[in-house]
């Protein structure tokens, strides 16, 4: 019988089974030369910078690297006695002690940062490395494609006895996967996984330092007719053209400037799409949910000769006294959506509490 949960192992690894506790830490108000020496003396690339007892800051070889090359440029000295909270990296991004292999994994790729602190309840548990990820996904690698060779062999042998009961099982693992998966396997966009957990984090941090964070919803209008009219492969590829437009990889459309490395677009479900605007006041959300509105709207998906034309209705809304939870804000942004709907389609509205 086939075993199951070989190849997706990093989906339930936590993070606690290989961070390295005890990190090294320095106050803020300590300077640039104690903290210099503390890496070099423990061969490492960052140092976790503390007031009291919490976690303000990280200071890693690249902002050292930066404040050398601003040195340089001035021809001027590096100046060690300075405090290291000048020159720390503030409010940095964490990783919760619960969370697995592929959600830290895709935090340290989307800030394309190297090292992450590792917390639980604002407690500092430890700190991770990307070279601690590279080196644990290599060893498990390395058992995975063992355990695979003779999966394989098993798999083989299933398919030969051609039994329905053990390929009912075969496929419910391989949709598993799927639902397992971080990305969405038609549109190649982040799923609804990734997102509530992202969007659980981006609340949290806004929160924290009391920035703004805005939320989009947006839906194909009248998707169903396209489906109708044309079949689904079609409807299928007006998907993947949409995604591809709300992210701006369309070039004769890449108006979308404003979106940064932390924008993160989803898609939520069906014909929905999520856009998460870190740092974002609700007027620039509405700025941004227009650009795209107006690139969906003079946009041509061609397909198979055919030229389709659709429009999207958004709903905005925002981090505020009356939305402070993450499924406070999804409900105005899709209240807000639906009023978009409701008055005509093809339009932006901004959530303001009105049915």
């Not at 075993?3 to 830490?25: C, R």
């Not at 602190?117 to 604002?122: D, I, M, Y």
């Given at each position: 019988?086939?075993?199951?949960?070989?190849?997706?192992?990093?989906?339930?690894?936590?993070?606690?089974?290989?961070?390295?506790?005890?990190?090294?830490?320095?106050?803020?108000?300590?300077?640039?030369?104690?903290?210099?020496?503390?890496?070099?003396?423990?061969?490492?690339?960052?140092?976790?910078?503390?007031?009291?007892?919490?976690?303000?800051?990280?200071?890693?070889?690249?902002?050292?690297?930066?404040?050398?090359?601003?040195?340089?440029?001035?021809?001027?000295?590096?100046?060690?006695?300075?405090?290291?909270?000048?020159i720390m990296t503030a409010d940095p991004v964490t990783a919760d002690i619960s969370e697995d292999y592929n959600i830290v994994y895709m935090k340290m790729k989307?800030?394309?940062?190297?090292?992450?602190?590792?917390?639980?309840?604002?407690?500092?548990m430890g700190i991770v490395s990307i070279r601690d990820l590279i080196h644990f996904y290599q060893n498990k690698l390395e058992t995975a494609f063992v355990e695979a060779q003779k999966e394989t062999e098993e798999?083989?042998?299933?398919?030969?006895?051609?039994?329905?009961?053990?390929?009912?099982?075969?496929?419910?693992?391989?949709?598993?996967?799927?639902?397992?998966?971080?990305?969405?396997?038609?549109?190649?966009?982040?799923?609804?996984?990734?997102?509530?957990?992202?969007?659980?984090?981006?609340?949290?941090?806004?929160?924290?330092?009391?920035?703004?964070?805005?939320?989009?919803?947006?839906?194909?209008?009248?998707?169903?007719?396209?489906?109708?009219?044309?079949?689904?492969?079609?409807?299928?590829?007006?998907?993947?053209?949409?995604?591809?437009?709300?992210?701006?990889?369309?070039?004769?459309?890449?108006?979308?400037?404003?979106?940064?490395?932390?924008?993160?677009?989803?898609?939520?479900?069906?014909?929905?799409?999520?856009?998460?605007?870190?740092?974002?006041?609700?007027?620039?959300?509405?700025?941004?949910?227009?650009?795209?509105?107006?690139?969906?709207?003079?946009?041509?998906?061609?397909?198979?000769?055919?030229?389709?034309?659709?429009?999207?209705?958004?709903?905005?809304?925002?981090?505020?006294?009356?939305?402070?939870?993450?499924?406070?804000?999804?409900?105005?942004?899709?209240?807000?959506?639906?009023?978009?709907?409701?008055?005509?389609?093809?339009?932006?509205?901004?959530?303001?509490?009105?049915?």
């Amino acid at each position: 019988m086939i075993k199951t949960g070989t190849f997706h192992m990093s989906q339930n690894i936590k993070i606690d089974n290989w961070i390295t506790e005890h990190p090294v830490v320095v106050e803020a108000s300590e300077t640039l030369k104690i903290a210099v020496e503390k890496m070099a003396d423990h061969h490492i690339g960052a140092v976790l910078v503390m007031r009291k007892e919490t976690l303000v800051g990280i200071l890693t070889e690249r902002d050292l690297l930066k404040l050398l090359a601003r040195g340089k440029e001035k021809n001027q000295d590096v100046p060690m006695n300075i405090p290291v909270e000048n020159i720390m990296t503030a409010d940095p991004v964490t990783a919760d002690i619960s969370e697995d292999y592929n959600i830290v994994y895709m935090k340290m790729k989307t800030h394309n940062i190297r090292h992450i602190p590792v917390v639980s309840e604002n407690r500092v548990m430890g700190i991770v490395s990307i070279r601690d990820l590279i080196h644990f996904y290599q060893n498990k690698l390395e058992t995975a494609f063992v355990e695979a060779q003779k999966e394989t062999e098993e798999l083989r042998k299933i398919i030969e006895m051609s039994s329905s009961g053990q390929l009912d099982k075969l496929f419910a693992e391989i949709n598993r996967y799927k639902e397992l998966s971080l990305t969405d396997y038609l549109t190649g966009l982040y799923n609804k996984r990734y997102f509530q957990t992202r969007f659980n984090e981006e609340v949290s941090r806004a929160g924290r330092s009391q920035t703004d964070l805005s939320l989009l919803f947006c839906d194909i209008d009248f998707f169903k007719k396209v489906n109708d009219a044309y079949g689904h492969p079609a409807g299928d590829e007006v998907l993947r053209k949409t995604a591809k437009l709300l992210t701006g990889m369309i070039d004769q459309h890449n108006v979308f400037s404003r979106l940064r490395k932390t924008d993160i677009v989803a898609r939520y479900g069906g014909e929905e799409f999520v856009i998460i605007l870190p740092e974002t006041s609700a007027e620039g959300a509405v700025q941004t949910a227009g650009k795209m509105r107006q690139a969906v709207e003079e946009n041509s998906i061609l397909i198979d000769s055919t030229e389709i034309k659709i429009t999207m209705s958004f709903g905005v809304a925002e981090l505020s006294d009356s939305a402070v939870s993450c499924e406070e804000i999804i409900r105005q942004a899709d209240s807000a959506m639906y009023q978009a709907k409701n008055s005509g389609r093809n339009k932006v509205v901004l959530y303001s509490g009105k049915v």
